[in-house]
Nanobody, 126 residues
Framework: QVQVVESGGGLVQAGGSLRLSCAAS????????MGWFRQAPGKEREFVAA????????AYADSVKGRFTISADNAKNTVYLQMSSLKPEDTAVYYC???????????????????WGQGTQVTVSS
């Protein structure tokens, strides 16, 4: 069983920055795929960004490209989501998820991920 714990959410003004962290348990972290998803009130959970900790490949939703950066520190079993130029529409609960290594095209899909954190709230004020 893999445990996933997010941290770093909060309230920020539009245009500001936040960094989310996601710690995952397990001795094989370097072989995981790690993803960030978000869910706003009344909306479906949507893909934000993901990284293959083994291959180094990453993927981003079009809505966050150029503003968000995902990175992994395999020594710390931690993935980060650096969010910049935040907009009110980025307001959501952000979830981190983990999966065994898969194909790069699988990174974007919720069904790829077996383990999910409890989420961390990000609120961007206008």
């Amino acid at each position: 069983q893999v445990q996933v714990v997010e941290s770093g959410g909060g309230l920020v003004q539009a245009g500001g920055s936040l960094r989310l962290s996601c710690a995952a348990s397990g001795r094989t972290f370097s072989s995981y795929d790690m993803g960030w998803f978000r869910q706003a009130p009344g909306k479906e959970r949507e893909f934000v960004a993901a990284i293959s900790c083994s291959l180094g490949a990453s993927a981003y939703a079009d809505s966050v490209k150029g503003r968000f950066t995902i990175s992994a520190d395999n020594a710390k079993n931690t993935v980060y989501l650096q969010m910049s130029s935040l907009k009110p529409e980025d307001t959501a609960v952000y979830y981190c998820a983990a999966a065994p290594l898969g194909l790069p095209r699988e990174l974007l899909h919720r069904r790829h991920y077996s383990y999910w954190g409890q989420g961390t709230q990000v609120t961007v004020s206008s």
